[in-house]
């Protein structure tokens, strides 16, 4: 999946496939870091399932791209580094992340999670990557749930992280926890939904994903007698 051409490790990327009632139209995604402008190993794919689909980024309200079922647009992501960025569909579509937070030409992939109602969770338990000395986990929230949002019990401020604005999307932030603010073992609360994004690496090797539980799609329906 890498379409950076250098000499440098390749992967393969595969993640869960999920059910298209499981797609949103709004997408935040976190830039790693490559040095590059556009980014060639920050990138997102967005693939189409129904027919005009606009693509629409950081607000602007001129289309970068329209698709349809199968086709996809490939947005390489600006300077500066570990900067926001929010993608948005006209119609309920697929959004492939792909991305590092290391300079060494080693990417992950991992399908977004889109933002759209009550997508997310409120509640998560990770643990940190094993082996990595580069950690960082970025948490997509909405503002009214920055003052409940805790890290191991303790409020994301007291780790003197500001929330960082998302370009177009008002009334949304970003906070991202280090190496250093992470135990071994994570607890991350809020009373509000939020998403996870984890960048990990070291000299050797990088990758990315997504910490999701996908609840909005794996709950079993409740059928009702009437």
């Not at 797609?23 to 790693?32: D, E, K």
């Not at 947005?75 to 492939?96: C, G, K, L, R, W």
């Amino acid at each position: 999946y890498k379409r950076q051409c250098s000499d440098s490790g390749r992967d393969g990327g595969a993640d869960q496939l999920i059910p298209t009632c499981g797609l949103g139209s709004n997408y935040v995604i976190s830039r790693g870091q490559d040095n590059d402008d556009p980014s060639q190993a920050n990138y997102a794919v967005i693939v189409g399932v129904t027919e005009n689909t606009q693509i629409f980024i950081d607000g602007n309200t001129t289309p970068v791209a329209t698709i349809g079922p199968g086709e996809y647009h490939t947005y390489n992501m600006p300077s500066p580094d570990f900067s926001n960025h929010y993608i948005q569909t006209s119609e309920p579509a697929y959004v492939y992340q792909f991305g590092s937070i290391m300079t060494n030409g080693e990417i992950g992939m991992a399908i977004a999670s889109p933002i759209d109602g009550c997508r997310g969770d409120r509640y998560i338990e990770f643990f940190k990557f094993p082996g990595a000395p580069t950690n960082n986990t970025t948490f997509i929230i909405p503002d009214a749930g920055l003052a409940s949002l805790t890290l191991n019990g303790t409020p994301y401020a007291n780790f003197g992280i500001s929330p960082q604005p998302i370009p177009g999307l008002n009334g949304w932030s970003t906070v991202t926890f280090s190496e250093t603010d992470m135990d071994n073992y994570n607890i991350v609360e809020s009373d509000e939904y939020f998403n996870a994004s984890q960048f990990v690496g070291d000299v050797a090797g990088g990758t990315m994903g997504y910490l999701l539980s996908l609840i909005h799609i794996s709950e079993p329906t409740r059928l009702r007698r009437i």
